[in-house]
């Protein structure tokens, strides 16, 4: 029997810890393949690194979970970026770690100039580490683009490079180069990937990830301009657009295997409370309200997405049906999450009580970082939807 239902899984914390395989993502694996190693179910790795191409990420987890895993079931925190195709034309700053550019090239984006090629142009802005400074006064830069916008991909090496940088283009208007007339506001676009505060490596404590990065942007033009520092876009986990184009991807899968019964359930997969759970309950809420709404007009309601830009792409729209009605969240306890202590039983002193590692635009509702279902490890969800569905 074709199943009616989906796999998210994050990877970092929940599949591995840095470099180290989580011993029961294996056997999660071996439940979820058939004997020739095929998956029985469809499965998309939603995670939000992005210091890396999908390819290299799908050999990565190839080999970790003993399966051939392909690039159109990753989804890294950059990847829904080819539906904002309004910048694909434009002169976009990319910051970031990894192959940055190659990145931007592969999601549509034509024009693209890295911060070391900004550094490079610009040798008097990067003043912080003494042994960068030039020597000699350089001669003035000619020829260099006007920056359209900024794609922040993930947390950089050199952290005061790029917040300076960064700043320079916004103060600027895209030409750093200039002496600072008015600062403009609103400042270029900015769009950013992965808002993880902290994530699950080897280390006993969890690590600084993008969103400590973004904190340090926002604070820093928020203490300069007197402003709010404002996103055109804010993908990756928990935002619903990486949600929506998860549901696409395992859709595609589906229908490429030829299984017939519609997907209607998606279970996410994740260790991260802020980023996981959240996003998942967010996507829940906007599958019953649009459910909902399909009922109450008692017709095929439009193919609504979960913000603007999915709605105009006609790749996500084509075909669309609107089978899926739930996504249903499970925590493990592999990662960032501890059991017992970060969620207290008690939701009303939870705003309280709890310390919010989410994102600054993201409102905290106490409820959205409530697993659906809390379980050990990745191997015990995957055992508890395939319950849940009857299945074996």
Avoid at 21 to 41: H, I, K, M, Y
Avoid at 58 to 78: D, F, K, T, Y
Avoid at 305 to 332: F, M, W
Wanted: charged residues 20%.
């Amino acid at each position: 029997q074709p199943p009616a239902f989906g796999f998210l899984f994050d990877v970092d914390g929940v599949l591995v810890r840095g470099s180290q395989v989580v011993p029961a993502a294996r056997q999660a694996f071996q439940r979820l393949a058939d004997s020739r190693g095929r998956l029985r179910v469809p499965v998309v790795f939603l995670t939000n690194a992005g210091n890396c191409l999908r390819s290299a990420k799908a050999r990565e987890l190839s080999q970790a979970l003993g399966l051939q895993v392909s690039p159109e079931q990753v989804i890294l925190s950059h990847s829904p970026l080819r539906l904002f195709s309004q910048f694909h034309q434009k002169c976009m700053l990319v910051a970031g770690q990894g192959p940055v550019e190659e990145n931007a090239q592969k999601l549509g984006f034509k024009h693209v100039v890295t911060i070391e090629a900004l550094r490079k142009a610009y040798p008097l802005l990067d003043m912080v580490d003494q042994s960068r400074r030039p020597k000699e006064l350089p001669p003035p830069t000619t020829g260099f683009p006007t920056v359209e916008g900024v794609i922040l991909f993930g947390e950089p090496v050199r952290w005061e490079t790029s917040l300076q940088l960064i700043i320079d283009i916004l103060l600027s208007d895209g030409n750093p180069g200039a002496e600072l007339q008015d600062i403009p506001y609103p400042h270029l676009p900015v769009l950013a990937c992965n808002m993880d505060l902290l994530w699950m490596a080897e280390a006993k404590m969890p690590r600084f990830g993008h969103g400590t990065f973004l904190l340090c942007l926002e604070s820093i033009y928020k203490k300069v301009t007197g402003r709010e520092l404002k996103y055109e876009a804010l993908i990756g986990k928990p935002s619903s657009v990486t949600y929506r184009y998860a549901e696409y991807l395992i859709k595609q899968q589906a229908e490429e295997q030829g299984w017939k019964s519609p997907i209607r359930r998606l279970y996410a997969v994740g260790d991260n409370p802020m980023s996981d759970i959240y996003g998942a309950n967010l996507y829940n809420n906007y599958l019953k309200s649009a459910h909902q709404n399909q009922i109450q007009a008692g017709v095929k309601r439009s193919p609504q997405a979960a913000s603007p830009q999915t709605e105009d792409h006609l790749e996500l729209r084509k075909g669309y049906n609107n089978s899926v009605e739930s996504c249903k969240s499970i925590l493990v306890c592999t990662g960032v999450y501890r059991r017992n202590a970060d969620i207290p039983s008690n939701t009303e002193e939870c705003t309280m009580e709890t310390v919010f590692h989410g994102h600054r635009d993201f409102c905290f509702d106490p409820s959205l970082v409530e697993a659906s279902y809390i379980v050990q490890d990745v191997n015990d969800a995957v055992q508890l939807a395939f319950k849940k569905e009857n299945w074996s």
